[in-house]
């Protein structure tokens, strides 16, 4: 009978460790207005050298397309 007992407080442990990052989630999302990480930038706004790069490189390659 022991065993069971050790055997259900260890799984209570390692059910608490697996969902506490899901309760944590669960928590800064109803704390802040529905948005779990506060105010974030909608992707694709922001500038980037990256971005820049891809589309000179893709409008090189539409004009050396179109001359053809």
Known sequence: MGGVIVLLIVMVVIATAVFAPL????????????????????HGDSPSLVNDLAETAIHYVKTKLAKK
């Not at 704390?31 to 105010?39: A, D, I, R």
């Open 23 to 42: 309760g944590y989630f669960i928590y800064k999302y109803t704390s802040k207005n529905t948005k779990p990480f506060g105010e974030t930038e909608v």
